[in-house]
């Protein structure tokens, strides 16, 4: 990973585990990568909003949030694939 990766994750936000864990890691890519996209199949809904722990966590890390509930979503991803 250096500043010409794009860093691709695809969660719901729902994670089980330690929010805290969750931001030092993504703190950790975010510093390497040259861009950090979170895919969430739930932010196409629109009464969707990221309360969970873990989007608290890791919004603030993020270049950016989008949604991947559908095709359409995943073309609008490919605009976001350059650095």
Excluded: C, Q
């Excluded at 729902?14 to 979170?38: M, N, Q, Y």
């Excluded at 969707?48 to 989007?55: A, F, H, K």
Aim: hydrophobic share 50%; proline share 6%; no cysteine.
């Amino acid at each position: 990973v250096d500043r010409r990766t794009i860093v691709i994750v695809l969660s719901d936000g729902w994670d089980t585990g330690d929010p805290d864990l969750l931001a030092g890691e993504l703190l950790r890519i975010k510093r390497r990568a040259g861009r950090v996209i979170w895919l969430n199949p739930l932010l196409g809904n629109p009464a969707y909003e990221p309360l969970t722990r873990g989007m608290a966590a890791a919004l603030p890390l993020v270049d950016d949030f989008a949604a991947a509930h559908n095709l359409a979503a995943l073309r609008d991803l490919a605009g976001k694939l350059s650095i």
